[in-house]
């Protein structure tokens, strides 16, 4: 007997039952499309789909800006039971191609600015049955996908097991994996969100994190879920967004912290009211208390922190709105902190043996919940080594103070080892970045006969100033252990950065160990 | 059944005690009426000493443990302590008789029978008629020779042995149409119920919840369950007791509560209920049956929170449809023919109404309600034919009759097992009964069907009329007139019979399969 289960694919057929007219996508021009009309989109956009020779575990990638038709595809996939895979939209050629390979899709749908591209490529993928359009009059159309098929659900069977989403990760330490994610990790994903995320009934919201990322994506698809609207533009801007927030409509908002500086920093910012927006949800990044301060003045509403490897495992901690009052009610420090474990998730902090560390001290976050992917594909080594004994790790490291709140330490692969003794860089950059002649700096360790590795700070120069390394061994060594100061500091103009602005520490060592063999040859 | 890599990295439903615990280790998982409690922490040490000991005991994996009790924290623990070993408790209505109590424990088969002091007479000598039980303690009590056992047992967290697909509950439906079905329920029902239900009734991290219906029933566990998942106090009375629940809101101590009409009615008519602002009251939510208009805007007007209708064939379907709080607003606001409905398809249930061959049935005609989601039991116990049945192209159907209306919202239409086929017209009792129920002689009544070479079937009518001081048969008369100016021609009872009182079974339902058997 067939067990009947509920799909992830369900949610949108459901929601347009039980609120056929109400509007599932609102656009930067005020237009709307229902849930009954989205639906039947997605019903006849499945049909093609079939029809084209594109079904159950054939692969569809998207290379778009963000927009109605993007999820609309990604539905369509769920509920033939085909996999979508979202692509970071800033990669360059070779980038794209490399995943394209991998991926192996049968389709490909772009957003008409990376038509180019897709003509690009076209001649060196062989397999692809459909090359899309979401808008513009290149390739095969999507509205003509739509025209030509029926409105009648597919009523594939998808198992929880089954395999919905290929996702490829950022890869700042190393080769972009594959992530395989089942449906078991969608629908748990967009469950819990909807409980940690402190949803109510009837909310309309905006997400500024773009829909090739998980936190988009789950954003999206946990609005449909709930039955309520959401609000899509192509990309963020402080403009469009201000008026929305101002409008009276919308309820909240995900944003990144450098979005909501941006829009504090925005001369109409004041000349508006905010009753209606009920949270903004944030992650990526800790608020500075200032930060948090104005926004909270200035917006009055609750602010939520998510954090999680999200790709891989899930949301995996939450600092609450009401945590947050506590934060400026006088426990400052909590600010700092991506808050506790989130609903169905176990944690722990475990040293490099498994073990737990004792409260307080730094480990790597591991987890388990119902919302960890089934691996990396193709990489059953790289999956070994994320997934071990049941428990996933990111590689993200952390400490869990007295209450169980968390403090991000920054990468396990960061780590050093000098000496047997483990090094966290950030508690290095930490102390440096005070120093007033030090513009950004970031730890690095390097290969050393004696010691195995030794801790190298880059540093940038603050304007007008210069850096003195005597001096700056002075100042770490009042803030930190002799073993954590760095034998060597490098000046250099600029740090390695990648598409999203973080630094390449990878480049970085690359960059250190060839300079070294230059200093050694030479 | 060995857990795969995929089984390690999921959290099963046994483990929401010991996160909870680990969260928030000193707030209330349980509050009681003399205001004491039991901390998450101390809910979970009291668990895990109760694995341990039934462990000890050779009880685990697979092993059946039955409850005849009133609710309590032990009941709970057994539960808890089932999720944890992989075992399936066996929850039994209180107020059945001691053969039927026979009955269910021939099918279920328990290693275990752990009961409250009042049903000792009831239970006597149970463990020899019943040999597979080889554990019989007494739950309440002191000293409690459920605690004695506990004190064997020690406090330390056990390894994750049980998955999703293993069974937890084996509950028997309470058989108005036939003889009880075992409902097989697993682990992966209880968790979709619980995340259901946490977003269908608006779970808060600051809730304190009572839920008044009996831990035996699955609204009751799961209203339990839903507290120790998402982290919330619950408050545990042995029964509904409406001065203990009106003292409870009139501190302000209860957040939401879960009653059905009656048990509302019932605490509006306490004294001095309207004195009293019920600040931190947000929301009532009730099943079981409709609540009035004027019932509701009293309510509304006395508790000013939020209402919600909560409709399911819970023991075998989880929650299927829910009528909202602003329906409820809407109701109030010139359309009070919405507080019969129960409104439209709940968290991650897709709903049909659909005929004998599984097509959708159009807008405004009645349909069989057929569900397709996470909360579905697994089977009946040993009857795969009604398994099969139950289950016809991957859509369960629980026997439920419903029409939707333009607008989407459903409107229950009686149980499909209780339809007649008269000349080949579907003639439900429901409306019937509700006509007949208009006229001021008729204290109770019921409509069945019963065989006729001609018409295939006719319908009977069985009432009970103590004021009636005329004869049966100028009472049948009396009624007829009544059914022919208000109903069609062909849903006139052909025979309408007086009765002293119907038949009903333990829990105030008609019994229908017995008035069949008088009219034979």
């Not at chain 1, 591209?117 to 509205?143: C, M, N």
């Not at chain 1, 999200?310 to 400026?328: I, Y």
């Not at chain 2, 969260?23 to 205001?35: H, M, S």
Request: aromatic residues 8%.
């Amino acid at each position: 007997m067939a067990r009947p289960m509920t799909r992830a694919g369900d949610f949108l057929l459901l929601s347009a039952q039980r609120a056929p007219d109400r509007a599932c996508f609102v656009f930067g021009d005020g237009s709307r499309r229902t849930f009954a009309e989205t639906n039947s989109r997605v019903n006849r956009l499945a049909a093609s789909l079939r029809a084209a020779g594109v079904g159950k575990g054939h692969r569809v990638a998207i290379l778009a800006t963000d927009s109605g038709e993007y999820v609309e595809v990604m539905i369509a996939c769920m509920k033939v039971g085909a996999i979508y895979v979202p692509l970071n939209n800033r990669l360059t050629d070779p980038e794209v191609l490399t995943l394209l390979r991998r991926a192996a899709p049968s389709a490909i749908f772009v957003s008409s600015r990376y038509v180019p591209l897709a003509e690009r490529l076209k001649s060196r993928l062989d397999d692809v049955v459909l090359w899309g359009s979401l808008d513009g009059p290149d390739l095969a159309r999507i509205t003509d996908l739509i025209d030509a098929g029926t409105d009648v659900e597919p009523d594939v069977p998808v198992s929880d097991d089954d395999v919905l989403g290929l996702a490829f990760t950022s890869g700042t330490t190393g080769l972009p994996k594959g992530v395989l994610q089942p449906q078991r990790m969608i629908k748990s994903l967009f469950t819990t969100m909807s409980i940690d995320y402190e949803i109510v009934p009837d909310e309309f919201r905006y997400t500024a994190s773009p829909i090739f990322h998980i936190a988009g994506q789950g954003m999206l698809l946990m609005h449909i879920m709930r039955s309520f609207p959401s609000l899509i533009l192509p990309q963020f801007g402080e403009e469009p967004v201000l008026r929305w927030m101002q409008s009276g409509e919308l309820t909240g908002a995900f944003l990144v912290p450098t979005m909501i500086s941006r829009l504090l920093d925005h001369p109409d910012v004041g000349n508006g009211s905010y009753d209606a927006v009920r949270s903004i949800i944030y992650g990526g990044a800790p608020m500075s208390p200032r930060l948090l301060r104005r926004a909270m003045n200035v917006f009055g509403c609750g602010f939520i922190n998510a954090f999680g490897a999200a790709t891989e495992g899930g949301l995996q901690s939450v600092l609450s709105s009401a945590e947050h009052r506590r934060a400026l009610a006088g426990e400052e420090h909590l600010l700092g902190s991506i808050g506790r474990p989130s609903y169905g998730v176990e944690m722990r902090i475990v040293d490099a043996a498994g073990r737990d560390v004792p409260r307080g001290e730094i480990g790597e976050i591991a987890t388990r919940s119902d919302a960890v992917m089934s691996g990396y594909l193709e990489m059953p080594e790289e999956t070994a080594a994320a997934i071990r004994d049941g428990w996933f790790h990111a590689g993200d490291l952390a400490r869990m103070d007295p209450e169980g709140f968390l403090f991000l330490e920054g990468r396990s692969k960061d780590m050093i080892i000098r000496g047997g003794e483990n090094i966290y860089p950030v508690e290095i950059e930490t102390v440096l970045s005070r120093h007033p002649s030090i513009a950004h700096v970031a730890v690095v360790g390097r290969a050393d006969p004696h010691w195995g590795e030794v801790v190298v700070a880059y540093v940038t120069a603050a304007p007008d100033a210069t850096i003195d390394a005597d001096e700056l061994r002075t100042h770490c060594r009042a803030g930190l252990a002799a073993y954590k100061v760095p034998s060597a500091f490098e000046i250099v103009d600029a740090m390695p950065l990648n598409a999203s602005g973080k630094i390449l520490k990878r480049e970085l060592r690359l960059q250190d160990a060839a300079r070294t063999d230059q200093a050694v040859t030479s | 059944m060995t857990r795969s890599p995929r089984d390690q990295l999921s959290i099963s439903l046994g483990e929401a005690l010991p996160l909870s615990a680990a969260r928030f280790p000193d707030r209330a998982c349980f509050l009681f009426p003399d205001g004491s409690e039991h901390s998450f922490s101390e809910t979970n040490s009291r668990v895990n000493q109760l694995v341990s000991a039934l462990r000890a005991n050779g009880i685990g994996r697979g092993d059946r443990l039955a409850v005849l009790a009133l609710d309590s924290h032990r009941y709970v623990e057994i539960v808890l302590a089932a999720l944890k070993l992989g075992a399936v408790y066996v929850p039994l209505n209180y107020r059945l008789m001691r053969p039927e109590v026979d009955v269910l424990l021939e099918r279920a088969r328990p290693v275990a029978l752990f009961y409250d002091d009042r049903y000792a007479p009831l239970l006597a000598g149970v463990a020899e008629q019943h040999p597979s039980i080889r554990m019989f303690l007494r739950l309440d009590g002191t000293p409690s020779e459920f605690d004695a056992l506990l004190e064997t047992g020690t406090d330390v967290e056990p390894p994750v042995v049980a998955t999703d697909r293993d069974l937890i509950g084996l509950a028997f439906t309470s058989g108005t149409t036939g003889l009880p079905k075992g409902v097989l329920q697993s682990q992966r029902m209880m968790k979709a119920i619980v995340n259901a239900q946490i977003i269908d009734y608006f779970a808060q991290p600051d809730d304190v919840r009572y839920c008044a219906a009996p831990t035996f029933h699955i609204s009751g566990v799961c209203g339990l369950l839903m507290g120790v998942s998402y982290g919330f106090t619950s408050l545990l009375l042995p029964q509904f007791d409406p001065t203990t629940v009106l003292g409870f809101l009139k501190e302000d101590r209860v957040t939401a509560a879960f009653l059905v009409p009656t048990m509302i009615s019932t605490v509006l008519q306490q004294p001095g209920v309207a004195d009293h602002d019920y600040e931190r009251l947000r929301l009532i939510y009730y099943g079981a049956s409709p609540m009035s208009p004027t019932m509701l805007r009293r309510a509304m007007g006395v508790f000013g929170c939020d209402f919600l209708n909560a409709f399911g064939a819970g023991t075998e379907a989880g929650l299927q449809a829910t009528l909202p709080p602003a329906d409820h607003r809407r109701a109030l606001d010139g359309h009070p023919d919405l507080l019969g409905s129960i409104g439209k398809a709940s968290f991650g249930v897709a709903l049909r109404l659909v005929d004998d061959d599984m097509n959708d049935v159009p807008d405004g005609e009645v349909g069989e309600i057929a569900t397709r989601s996470d909360q579905l039991m697994d089977g009946y116990l040993d009857m795969p034919e009604e398994t099969d049945r139950a289950f016809t192209s991957g859509w369960f159907r629980a026997g439920d009759l419903a029409y939707r209306d333009k607008n989407g919202y459903l409107y229950l239409h009686g149980r499909k097992k209780d339809m007649i086929i008269r000349g080949g017209e579907n003639v439900y009792p429901v409306e019937i009964e509700s006509v007949l129920a208009e006229h001021p002689a008729v204290a109770q009544c019921s409509v069945i069907g019963m065989p006729d070479e001609h018409w295939g079937e006719v319908v009977r009518a069985f009432v009970s009329a103590p004021g009636w001081t005329g004869t049966d048969e100028e009472l049948a008369a009396e009624l007829t007139a009544h059914c022919t100016s208000r109903l069609a021609r062909y849903k006139v009872p052909a025979k309408i019979h007086r009765l002293d009182v119907l038949p009903t079974n333990a829990s105030g339902k008609i019994l229908k399969r017995e008035l069949r058997r008088r009219a034979e």
